[in-house]
């Protein structure tokens, strides 16, 4: 079955700073990936996806890259704010696959 | 739309006691799961349904049941419940991976087993 990395798994910035989290997959059938961010004590909420067939998407101050040869896709935010600071959690799917995988989570704390 | 509910929010358990955590979804979704989190930890599938009346296993599905009677809801039920299962427990749902992959949470319920 599909098995997603995700690292680090905390990751303290100043506010404005830029933060990256890394995420590997290993299926190569997985085409869909998608970000979720969850605030504390609530559910996640989806924040950005990409699909295979392209490199790169962005949504303001949210990115995120995939590398399908080398399998892994990455979450970039930039000019972090201090309501940024959340769990986030990578997930891969694929069809035919029933359910997403999920990454272990990065908890980014972004310091005033 | 509320989207995804659950009820209860939080609930304390004795060891051995049995409940149900309700969710209810109002997208008219196929998919529909059940994770578990616990503390600094991923999320785990315990249960997920494709449709009504269909139900299968996830990575954790011992000391767990569903069903699947009504397109909006899936109940997760624990019986005997242990120590091992306190956690945070979130319900999904999904249009279904032909149509669409996004998955929806919803708020979680606290169980706590002592």
């Known amino acids: 079955g599909e098995n997603v990395e995700q690292h680090p798994s905390t990751l303290s910035v100043q506010e404005g700073d830029s933060a990256v989290i890394k995420c590997t997959y290993s299926d190569s059938a997985s085409n869909y990936f998608p970000w979720y961010k969850q605030e504390l004590g609530k559910g996640p909420q989806l924040i950005i996806d990409?699909?295979?067939?392209?490199g790169e998407k962005k949504d303001q101050r949210i990115a995120v890259t995939l590398n399908k040869t080398a399998k892994h896709f990455s979450l970039h935010i930039t000019e972090t704010q201090p309501e940024d600071s959340a769990v986030y959690f990578c997930?891969?799917?694929?069809?035919?696959?029933?359910?997403?995988?999920f990454g272990s989570g990065t908890r980014l704390q972004v310091q005033p | 739309n509320a989207g995804v509910t659950q009820t209860p929010k939080f609930r304390i358990l004795k060891i051995g006691q049995s409940m149900t955590l309700q969710c209810t979804q109002d997208m008219n979704h196929n998919y529909m799961y059940w994770y578990r989190q616990d503390p600094g930890m991923g999320l785990k599938l315990i249960y997920y349904?494709?449709?009504?009346?269909?139900?299968d296993k996830g990575e954790v599905p011992n000391g767990y049941n569903v069903s699947r009677s009504t397109t909006e809801d899936f109940p997760l039920r624990l019986e005997l419940a242990a120590p091992s299962q306190t956690s945070v427990y979130f319900c999904a749902s999904s249009l279904g991976t032909s149509v669409s992959y996004e998955q929806y949470f919803g708020p979680g319920t606290r169980l706590t087993v002592t």
């Open positions: 997930a891969a799917g694929a069809p035919g696959r029933r359910a997403l995988t």
């Open positions: 990409i699909r295979s067939n392209v």
């Open positions: 349904s494709v449709g009504a009346g269909i139900t």
